[in-house]
């Protein structure tokens, strides 16, 4: 298959590159699309054999379902049976970096919630995803556009090295504001009320949320390995994800003794670093990949996949991060890395 990219700047500059983007989804292809978290990788959301179409593009199990994007959040309630707590996230967060796990309604198929009865609904702030969803009047099915496995992308270059040939469209929108995924929650119940438990962690933060929900449950798949056989809340938690091909290892220790025991390493073995600014001049350059201020979680989460990439390109054979914090945005920074790190946590 020809992909075709197309590079857009202001959305209201593109009108027929959107219009030919629109026109393929609505024809049953595939559309790569810039969100504000990654790039997703987009579909019909009510056409089974798009969702198929999909899975065989990432290579992904088709037991792990699909995200379906809308324009305007109250269009949720074609697809899903909404509340009034889904109403008060809505407002509260949306457009952005929320999806919200609801029962679906019969116009989604099977195929893509990955035969779930619930689907996940999120309305992207990002004016290209925003133009695209309104120029092909249909709720469009997308996880992240990269092949099953690899980090998420988070410009078109990593999705180009991923899915050329596999999908029609790719649409560049430069860089991903945010670098990580959405924030997933399930809208639950039990004899005390409603509650909601944190299936993915992300931008929007657990303490944000309570701020709109009281009771805020952190699933276990977020934070723990899973035991053999066990199935987490999310599908997409059980699979390896994110992964470098070279193992990578967490540092948990004092700031002095991980910034000695680094330097040690570098002298001893061909390694990757991903290192907090303080500490970039105190190591040597070679395969360094400074990832923002150690304070400055944004520009951590906003380089993360990147430089995963890039680190899975070096000659090291072993790649060094930090273990974050797991409060604030850290938390979905600790989920992402402990993952790519098949839980590997080194104390220093
Ligand atoms: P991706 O955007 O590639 O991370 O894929 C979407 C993720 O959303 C999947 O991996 C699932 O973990 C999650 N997801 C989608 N639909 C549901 C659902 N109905 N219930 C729970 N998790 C879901
Ligand atoms: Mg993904």
């Known amino acids: 298959m020809q992909t075709k990219v197309f590079r857009i700047t202001d959305p209201s500059l593109a009108g027929a590159e959107l219009q030919e983007a629109a026109d393929i989804l609505r024809a049953g292809g595939l559309v790569v699309f810039p969100t504000e978290t990654v790039y997703g990788l987009g579909g019909n959301g009510l056409s089974h054999e798009a969702a198929e179409k999909i899975y065989a593009a990432k ?96 410009c078109a270059e990593h999705v180009i090295s991923d899915l050329s040939g596999r999908v029609d469209i790719i649409i560049d929108g430069g860089e991903s504001d945010i670098g990580l995924e959405s924030t997933i929650v399930k809208i639950d119940r039990d004899e005390t009320g409603e509650y909601l438990t944190l299936l993915r962690p992300g931008a929007i933060t657990a303490d944000a949320l309570a701020c709109v929900c009281e009771r805020v449950v952190i699933a276990p798949a977020v934070l723990e390995q899973l035991k053999e056989g066990e199935r987490p809340l999310s599908p997409g938690m059980m699979y390896r994800h994110y992964a470098p091909t070279i193992p990578l290892v967490l540092l948990d220790g004092t700031p002095k003794d991980i910034l000695a025991f680094l330097k040690s390493e570098q002298e001893t073995k061909p390694c990757a670093i991903l290192c907090y600014d303080e500490e970039a001049t105190e190591l040597q350059h070679k395969n360094l990949f400074t990832v923002g201020a150690r304070e400055d979680l944004a520009t951590q989460a906003h380089t993360l996949f990147a430089h995963l990439r890039e680190a899975d390109k070096t000659d090291a054979r072993i790649i060094y991060a930090h273990l974050p914090p797991r409060d604030g945005l850290g938390l979905a920074l600790y989920n992402r890395l402990i993952r790519a790190a098949a839980h590997t946590i080194k104390k220093i």
Do not use: W
């Open 59 to 154: 290579g992904r199990p088709s037991d792990n379902p699909l995200i379906i994007h809308i324009h305007d959040p109250a269009e949720a309630d074609k697809y899903a049976v909404t509340d009034q707590l889904y109403n008060r996230l809505a407002a509260a967060f949306m457009p952005g970096p929320l999806t919200v796990i609801l029962p679906k309604r019969d116009c989604i198929p099977y195929a893509t919630t990955g035969g779930l009865d619930t689907v996940a609904v999120r309305c992207p702030d990002h004016p290209i995803a925003h133009a695209l969803l309104k120029a092909c009047r249909l709720p469009i099915a997308a996880p992240s556009a990269n092949l099953s496995g690899k980090p998420s992308p988070t």
